[in-house]
Nanobody, 123 residues
Framework: QVQLRESGGGMVQIGGSLRLSCAAS????????MGWFRQAPGKEREFVSV????????FYATSVKGRFTISRDNAKNTVYLQMSRLILEDTAVYFC????????????????WGQGTQVTVSS
């Protein structure tokens, strides 16, 4: 059973940066894609970014492309989300998820989830 734990959330001003981390426990971390999702109050969970098991392929939501960078360190069983030029609309709880069976952008297809970390962007 894989367990995921996010860290790195917090409060930041508009235009600032944060780096989220997601540490995984369990075998075969490098064998499956890892994704980041977020959920703002009153809204559905939405796709942010995903990275393949090897790290060679990445995808981003249009809303974060050019501002966020996903990466992974398979030796450390960790995936990262570097967030820059943050805007108010980035405020949400951010979740990492692993091992999608199907669409990499559909949260319902992911087998494992972390508990989430709050990111708040203030003016």
């Amino acid at each position: 059973q894989v367990q995921l734990r996010e860290s790195g959330g917090g409060m930041v001003q508009i235009g600032g940066s944060l780096r989220l981390s997601c540490a995984a426990s369990g075998p075969s971390f490098s064998s499956y894609p890892m994704g980041w999702f977020r959920q703002a109050p009153g809204k559905e969970r939405e796709f942010v970014s995903v990275i393949s098991g090897s790290g060679g392929t990445t995808f981003y939501a249009t809303s974060v492309k050019g501002r966020f960078t996903i990466s992974r360190d398979n030796a450390k069983n960790t995936v990262y989300l570097q967030m820059s030029r943050l805007i108010l609309e980035d405020t949400a709880v951010y979740f990492c998820a692993g091992d999608p069976d199907g669409s990499w952008q559909n949260p319902g297809d992911y087998a494992f989830w972390g508990q989430g970390t709050q990111v708040t962007v203030s003016s």
